[in-house]
């Protein structure tokens, strides 16, 4: 998938991915739920493996750090991201929780809409 359609834009279907198997969690059935959070996970998975991939070929200076930094802000995010739907569910339940993760799916959206960029060549010499 990143190969034939490119990082940005499986990114950006990753995160739409998730964020249909977040809404799914709202049926009630078991299977369904079930099926929604597969599909959420996907996508989260999905976005991270294109992300490093991302780091990985258009990074030239400081890899690591690049590296390093991603993961860091990746379990950061995760730390605080926990926080924030254990204080959305406390306050309204599931239902609060779903909208919490649509809102940072939305952010995610936006920062790799406008803020993933290819690197352009730079000339030798």
Do not use: D
């Amino acid at each position: 998938m990143i190969a034939k359609l490119g990082v940005k834009v499986s990114i950006v279907l990753a995160v739409l991915l998730s964020a249909v198997g977040v809404i799914i969690t709202l049926v009630h059935p078991l299977g369904w739920i079930i099926g929604g959070l597969a599909l959420m996970s996907s996508g989260v998975f999905i976005t991270q493996s294109a992300t490093i991939g991302y780091i990985a070929n258009n990074v030239t200076v400081g890899r690591s750090l690049a590296s390093g930094l991603y993961y860091m802000s990746y379990y950061a995010g995760g730390t605080v991201g926990a926080w924030a739907c254990g204080y959305a569910y406390t306050h309204g339940q599931w239902t609060w929780t779903v909208i919490t993760l649509l809102a940072v799916q939305a952010v995610a959206l936006l920062i790799v809409i406008f803020g993933l960029q290819k690197r352009t060549p730079q000339p030798v010499g």
